[in-house]
């Protein structure tokens, strides 16, 4: 099992910056893809950030230009510097970390998500 904890979600005005947290119990490094997904209220999830394998970056068009995912490999922790906020970026934020164990299984683990509200 991998534990996955978001921080950093809040309130926040439109044009603002916030930058959410996503610490693992696992070592970052043997995770093959790590990043963010977002779910705005009755809507589906969609793609925010991520880190895909050899760690090239993937952005969602919609955050394009606007959001960064870095990570502290030493920390085992990948962020999400989130500028010009807009009323459309309110959801819930997910950090996941999808990999493969050693004997070969595929894992796929979510944390329990942080509240991003930007208001107008």
């Known amino acids: 099992q991998v534990q996955l904890v978001e921080s950093g979600g809040g309130l926040v005005q439109a044009e603002g910056s916030l930058t959410l947290s996503c610490a693992s119990s696992?070592?970052?490094?043997?995770?093959?893809?790590m990043g963010w997904y977002r779910q705005p209220p009755g809507k589906q999830r969609e793609l925010v950030a991520i880190?895909?394998?050899?760690?090239?970056?993937r952005y969602g068009d919609s955050v394009k230009g606007r959001f960064t995912i870095s990570r502290d490999n030493a920390e085992n922790t990948v962020y999400l510097q989130m500028t010009s906020l807009k009323p459309e970026d309110t959801a819930m934020y997910y950090c996941?970390?999808?990999?493969?164990?050693?004997?070969?299984?595929?894992?796929?683990?979510w944390g329990q998500g942080t509240q991003v509200t930007v208001s107008s």
């Open positions: 996941k970390a999808q990999g493969y164990w050693l004997r070969g299984s595929q894992y796929d683990y």
């Open positions: 696992k070592n970052i490094l043997t995770i093959n893809s």
């Open positions: 880190f895909t394998s050899g760690g090239v970056t």
